[in-house]
């Protein structure tokens, strides 16, 4: 797919990671890295781990060879309430594509986008000078925190959003322009864009082209396979429906949130509260999953299963 849409970016995480690990295609990269968990050695869990880590690594670099631009890595969820734990992986990650000659330019680590994951990534750029993406972005708080920690990359999510909405709501389909997750987008665009925060608003998560089409002129999007597939048969113009100078006349007020004033603030957003819950859930889960594929690999021949 990335050779055929030549994207600039691209992203990967736990569940795209899982689903890959078990094509043919690529299990030169799982024994990869299941040599290399082996070779370090430790505990069976530091094996299973580092062969994780380093699975996530040799998946970024072969996309790396396909793009010009920068490869997203997830930092592993279970980490998500852990400042200290997700500031060491990231800094894992990193040596890990360094050791395969890829430099932290091309890289931009993911992070839940938690009060913990956001101070992570406030250190991680300021102090290592590594870039991050924040993702799992569902309520404007979040928007607001990320700005303020200088994050390199935000990816607020569209379609989970819309999700919600439809299965908590008596409105089961929306126009694009009132759909509530093309609502928030915008709105943490026109923020970012009349404060001058030099944070990249990446709109993520989309259900249908209409979505995509309504956040055009956002800095970013990063989109399935499948949508650009639906969208390279249109051929319509498209008119940015977001402009900095647009952005630079709404009427948002310029707010601050400390770490009590961040969890009050998004606590108010029950969308927000639950589709980030459930998106660490499942990215953890997937983690798992991944990680049990890994021990099976390892371990199970030596047992003499």
Same mark, same amino acid.
């Given at each position: 797919?990335?050779d055929?849409?030549?994207?600039?970016?691209?992203?990967?995480?736990?569940s #795209?990671i899982?689903a890959?690990?078990?094509?043919?295609?690529?299990q030169k990269?799982?024994?990869?890295a299941v040599?290399?968990?082996?070779?370090l050695?430790?505990s069976?869990?530091?094996?299973?781990?580092?062969a994780?880590?380093?699975?996530?690594?040799?998946f970024?670099?072969?996309?790396?060879k396909?793009?010009?631009?920068?490869?997203s890595?997830?930092v592993d969820a279970?980490?998500?309430? %852990?400042?200290e734990?997700?500031?060491?992986?990231?800094?894992?990650?990193? %040596?890990?594509?360094?050791?395969v000659?890829?430099?932290?330019?091309r890289?931009?680590?993911?992070l839940?986008?938690?009060?913990?994951g956001?101070?992570?990534?406030r250190?991680l750029?300021?102090?290592?000078?590594?870039h991050?993406?924040?993702?799992? #972005?569902?309520?404007?708080a979040?928007?607001?925190?990320?700005?303020?920690?200088?994050?390199?990359?935000i990816?607020?999510? /569209?379609?989970?959003?819309?999700?919600?909405?439809?299965?908590?709501?008596?409105k089961?389909?929306?126009?694009p322009?009132e %759909?509530?997750g093309?609502?928030s987008?915008?709105k943490i665009?026109n923020?970012?864009?009349?404060f001058?925060?030099?944070?990249?608003?990446?709109g993520a998560?989309?259900?249908?082209?209409?979505q995509?089409?309504?956040?055009?002129?956002?800095?970013? @999007?990063?989109?399935?396979?499948?949508? #650009?597939?639906?969208?390279s048969?249109?051929?319509?113009k498209l008119?940015p429906t @977001?402009? /900095?100078?647009?952005?630079?006349?709404?009427?948002?007020?310029?707010?601050?949130?400390?770490?009590?004033?961040?969890?009050?603030?998004?606590?108010?957003?029950q969308?927000a509260?639950?589709k980030?819950? %459930?998106?660490?859930?499942?990215?953890?889960?997937?983690?798992?999953?991944?990680?049990?594929?890994?021990?099976?690999?390892m371990?199970?021949?030596?047992?003499?299963k």
């Amino acid at each position: 797919a990335i050779d055929e849409y030549k994207p600039l970016d691209a992203t990967t995480n736990p569940s #795209l990671i899982l689903a890959a690990a078990q094509m043919p295609a690529y299990q030169k990269l799982v024994d990869d890295a299941v040599a290399y968990g082996k070779k370090l050695g430790g505990s069976e869990e530091e094996q299973i781990k580092n062969a994780s880590d380093k699975l996530f690594v040799l998946f970024g670099a072969e996309i790396l060879k396909r793009i010009p631009g920068r490869v997203s890595t997830e930092v592993d969820a279970r980490l998500s309430f %852990d400042k200290e734990g997700m500031i060491q992986r990231a800094r894992r990650l990193i %040596d890990l594509y360094k050791e395969v000659g890829v430099g932290k330019d091309r890289i931009l680590i993911k992070l839940s986008s938690t009060w913990e994951g956001i101070q992570a990534g406030r250190v991680l750029e300021a102090e290592y000078g590594i870039h991050c993406n924040m993702t799992l #972005l569902f309520s404007f708080a979040q928007a607001v925190a990320c700005a303020e920690a200088g994050v390199t990359l935000i990816s607020p999510f /569209v379609g989970r959003i819309l999700d919600w909405y439809v299965a908590n709501g008596d409105k089961k389909t929306y126009e694009p322009l009132e %759909d509530p997750g093309v609502k928030s987008v915008t709105k943490i665009y026109n923020y970012y864009k009349k404060f001058g925060y030099k944070t990249i608003v990446m709109g993520a998560s989309f259900r249908n082209t209409g979505q995509i089409k309504a956040l055009t002129g956002c800095d970013y @999007l990063t989109i399935s396979p499948k949508l #650009l597939a639906e969208l390279s048969k249109e051929h319509v113009k498209l008119t940015p429906t @977001l402009s /900095v100078k647009e952005a630079q006349a709404c009427d948002l007020e310029k707010i601050h949130l400390d770490e009590k004033a961040f969890r009050w603030h998004h606590n108010e957003d029950q969308m927000a509260v639950e589709k980030l819950s %459930d998106g660490i859930r499942r990215f953890a889960a997937d983690a798992v999953k991944l990680e049990r594929m890994l021990k099976e690999r390892m371990f199970s021949t030596e047992n003499g299963k």
